[in-house]
């Protein structure tokens, strides 16, 4: 959170391309502001932007983020379900009853075992009650991490497989 850019990179994909890597894709990061939550309406709003100024392929657009970022990441996928190819939480959570508006969505949770500020049980009940809707969706969780899960997550060219296999419901190729 805060107003100053240099910060976001020092987790996730900002900062594995401030370290040189090349990621076939468009990746925004937005920070936000300090004492504030992230509202799916100000991130549909990038998103609009984003998607007006750049060259996007909108059957291919992904959501990831980590701790509040992952927890908008759920959100965002509440408010917009039908907008995204994939999501990808780490260490975040929701509320369950939201899932009923993207069991369609490919989901790959990821969580800290030993995570003591959000508790994995946030990711794993979101996962559960996907499942319990027959949702696709997988979880991954690091049993010796702690709330730093997302290192291992997005250092993990995995992730970013998987994320490029995932197109949006619906589209054809």
């Known amino acids: 959170r805060g107003d100053d850019l240099e910060l976001v990179k020092v987790h996730g994909p900002p900062k594995l391309i401030s370290q040189g890597k090349h990621f076939p894709f468009i990746v925004?990061?937005?920070?936000?502001?300090?004492?504030?939550?992230?509202?799916?309406?100000?991130?549909?709003?990038?998103?609009?932007?984003i998607e007006e100024d750049y060259k996007v392929d909108q059957d291919r657009v992904y959501v990831t983020g980590l701790s509040m970022g992952g927890f908008g990441t759920w959100s965002l996928a509440t408010f917009a379900?039908?907008?995204?190819?994939?999501?990808a939480p780490v260490c975040g959570g929701g509320e369950t009853y939201w899932v009923r508006n993207f069991t369609h969505l490919p989901i790959w949770g990821v969580h800290g075992g030993k995570d003591k500020?959000?508790?994995?049980?946030?990711?794993?009940?979101?996962?559960?009650?996907?499942?319990?809707?027959?949702?696709?969706?997988?979880?991954?969780?690091?049993p010796e991490s702690q709330h730093d899960s997302w290192t291992e997550t997005y250092d993990n060219p995995d992730?970013?497989?998987?994320?490029?296999?995932?197109?949006r419901s619906g589209s054809s190729e």
């Open 81 to 87: 379900p039908q907008r995204f190819a994939a999501i």
């Open 117 to 142: 500020v959000v508790p994995v049980r946030r990711s794993q009940e979101m996962v559960d009650e996907l499942k319990k809707k027959k949702g696709n969706v997988k979880l991954t969780i690091y």
């Open 28 to 49: 925004v990061s937005p920070q936000c502001l300090k004492k504030h939550r992230w509202q799916a309406t100000e991130l549909t709003t990038l998103l609009d932007q």
């Open 159 to 167: 992730l970013y497989t998987w994320l490029l296999e995932q197109k």
